[in-house]
Protein backbone atom coordinates (compact mmCIF):
# COMPACT_ATOMS: atom_id res chain seq x y z
CA UNK A 1 0.00 0.00 0.00
CA UNK A 2 1.58 3.24 -0.46
CA UNK A 3 0.68 4.49 2.90
CA UNK A 4 3.04 2.36 4.07
CA UNK A 5 5.97 3.63 1.86
CA UNK A 6 5.92 7.21 3.09
CA UNK A 7 6.17 7.49 6.90
CA UNK A 8 5.29 11.21 6.92
CA UNK A 9 2.11 9.98 5.55
CA UNK A 10 1.54 7.91 8.73
CA UNK A 11 2.59 10.47 11.08
CA UNK A 12 0.13 12.78 10.06
CA UNK A 13 -2.32 10.15 9.71
CA UNK A 14 -1.64 9.51 13.35
CA UNK A 15 -0.30 12.51 14.89
CA UNK A 16 -2.43 15.76 13.64
CA UNK A 17 -5.74 14.41 14.49
CA UNK A 18 -4.64 13.21 17.97
CA UNK A 19 -3.70 16.38 18.82
CA UNK A 20 -6.40 18.79 16.42
CA UNK A 21 -9.58 17.15 17.88
CA UNK A 22 -9.17 17.29 21.81
CA UNK A 23 -8.07 21.04 21.38
CA UNK A 24 -10.90 21.54 19.23
CA UNK A 25 -13.45 19.58 21.71
CA UNK A 26 -11.59 22.30 24.19
CA UNK A 27 -12.68 25.12 22.62
CA UNK A 28 -15.92 24.04 21.69
CA UNK A 29 -16.92 23.00 24.76
CA UNK A 30 -15.54 26.50 26.52
CA UNK A 31 -18.26 28.46 24.66
CA UNK A 32 -18.17 31.66 23.12
CA UNK A 33 -18.71 32.22 19.23
CA UNK A 34 -15.20 32.81 18.45
CA UNK A 35 -13.85 29.87 20.22
CA UNK A 36 -16.85 28.10 18.29
CA UNK A 37 -15.85 29.74 15.31
CA UNK A 38 -11.95 28.35 15.85
CA UNK A 39 -12.74 24.64 16.79
CA UNK A 40 -14.85 24.01 13.57
CA UNK A 41 -12.03 25.49 11.27
CA UNK A 42 -9.34 23.12 13.55
CA UNK A 43 -11.70 20.17 12.68
CA UNK A 44 -11.84 20.85 8.91
CA UNK A 45 -8.14 21.48 8.40
CA UNK A 46 -7.96 18.74 10.46
CA UNK A 47 -9.99 16.65 7.68
CA UNK A 48 -8.50 18.28 5.23
CA UNK A 49 -4.93 17.54 6.11
CA UNK A 50 -5.73 13.79 6.49
CA UNK A 51 -7.29 13.60 2.76
CA UNK A 52 -4.20 15.41 1.34
CA UNK A 53 -1.95 12.65 3.63
CA UNK A 54 -3.89 10.10 1.81
CA UNK A 55 -4.30 11.37 -2.00
CA UNK A 56 -1.48 13.01 -2.47
CA UNK A 57 1.34 9.52 -2.25
CA UNK A 58 -1.26 7.96 -4.63
CA UNK A 59 -0.90 11.06 -7.23
CA UNK A 60 2.76 10.67 -6.80
CA UNK A 61 3.16 7.02 -7.48
CA UNK A 62 0.75 7.42 -10.22
CA UNK A 63 2.45 10.44 -12.15
CA UNK A 64 6.10 8.52 -12.01
CA UNK A 65 4.93 5.69 -14.18
CA UNK A 66 3.53 7.57 -17.18
Known amino acids: MVIERYRWVRRLLVGQPV ?3 P ?3 FLWSSGGGVNLAVAVVLLWASAL ?3 VA ?3 PM ?3 E ?3 C
Open 54 to 56: IVA
Open 19 to 21: VAW
Open 23 to 25: CSW
Open 49 to 51: GSV
Open 59 to 61: RRQ
Open 63 to 65: ARR
